[in-house]
């Protein structure tokens, strides 16, 4: 490539400033200013998953690279990448830790409201790939019983360790969306959550959206929980989003605004993942990609004698608790994506300390991800 590489980027993605610049020419923008006319000249975009890369957006352009900070691409429309000869690359994993903690986090706070223990409920994890599996080892740690679906995985890997979605249906206490969303072919995922699967539910499970909104049907969840085949509802994603159903909203137990994979970690992880793919399409070393890291937790220690009771489950609130962003995003759930790009991004376990905990605890703790001092 001659001259300098140019790259745009949403203004959003944290901890890029400062880096990309040592190598590229860099426009940051928000995503309403992602036009045509903005990207037409840039050699690579930086992008999040309201950014949608589609003909409308790239025709004429000279974008070669499309790097999306999410695990998600639906946002991309690859069949049009893939004809014009742009490259994309996404970020698998990279937010995986977050879900899982956001996951717990939510499971305790629930548990706490219902003065239900978690211990020995039985978790069905839909979708066991990088964030799936993050999830299996945080409910494994709490004590619940899982249930793993993933029919592409079983397909590749064989039976074993997998059930169908009416096992999970019949059996599960709580019960856990992680997949991608596909709209069609043999493994589609558009409205997996629906009036037919809502129907077979015989637990009144919890249920817990944090993959797509579109994984589930919105009219068939609202039908389920108001005939009680659906219990506490765990919405991060919303069908439509940025726009929420405000019916929804209000029967849900805890709603966020598609938060759940966004810790500094999860970020820096996604930034740090979006300039190595830059770095390997492009052939070039980039040496500042390996130093991104988020800054330290406000209170990195976490002292169990602060805690009279529930000590296991306050610990984990202490390091993400999704009370204040749910009580916010209630009030005003228009400002849906002001709330993500103002979000203050939580740490995530290992970056706190543990001190005065039991053995038991310690151990609990520890399996999560936390420090373990004295």
């Known amino acids: 490539m001659s001259g300098m590489m ?5 203004r959003t993605i944290p901890y890029l400033k400062g880096v990309v610049e040592a190598f590229a020419e860099v426009r940051y ?25 589609t003909a409308e957006l790239l025709e004429n352009s000279r974008v070669k690279l499309i790097a999306t900070a999410t695990i998600g691409f639906d946002h991309i429309d690859t069949a049009y990448c893939e004809a014009a000869g742009i490259a994309w690359r996404n970020a698998p994993g990279s937010n995986a830790a977050s879900v899982a903690q956001y996951v717990a986090a939510t499971l305790v706070a629930t548990s706490l409201l219902r003065r239900e223990p978690l211990k020995g409920k039985t978790v069905g994890i839909v979708g066991v790939g990088h964030v799936g599996r993050q999830v299996e080892r945080v409910c494994a740690a709490l004590g619940l019983r899982i249930l793993r ?37 043999k493994h589609a995922t558009y409205h997996l959550a629906g009036g037919d699967f809502f129907r077979r539910l015989k637990k009144m499970p919890w249920l817990i959206n944090t993959a797509r909104g579109a994984v589930h049907d919105t009219a068939a969840l609202l039908d389920a929980k108001k005939r009680g085949w659906a219990g506490e509802l765990i919405l991060d994603c919303w069908e439509n989003e940025p726009e929420v159903n405000r019916e929804l909203l209000g029967l849900a137990t805890i709603a966020t605004p598609h938060i759940a994979g966004f810790s500094a970690d999860g970020k820096a992880n996604a930034s740090r993942m979006c300039l190595e793919n830059i770095g390997d399409f492009f052939h070039i070393n980039i040496e500042k990609a390996g130093k991104i890291t988020p800054l330290p937790p406000r209170e990195p220690v976490v002292d169990m004698k602060r805690f009279k009771e529930y000590r296991v489950e ?3 609130l202490s390091a993400f608790n999704p009370a204040a962003v749910d009580r916010a995003f209630r009030e ?12 203050d991004y939580p740490r995530e376990y290992p970056a706190y300390t543990v001190i005065h905990a039991t053995e038991e605890e310690a151990a609990l703790l520890a399996r999560l991800g936390f420090r373990i001092g004295l």
């Open 149 to 185: 679906n993933d029919p592409p995985r079983a397909e590749a890997e064989g039976e074993d360790g997998f059930v169908s979605l009416d096992v999970i249906a019949e059996e599960a206490d709580i019960i856990s969306f992680h997949t991608p969303l596909v709209t069609k072919g």
């Open 314 to 316: 306050q610990a984990i």
């Open 6 to 10: 140019k790259i745009v980027v949403d």
């Open 332 to 343: 005003n759930p228009s400002a849906f994506e002001r709330f993500r790009a103002h979000y």
């Open 29 to 53: 923008l928000s995503a309403a200013e992602f036009t045509a006319q903005n990207v037409r000249e840039a050699d690579v975009l930086i992008v999040r998953s309201v950014e949608k890369c």
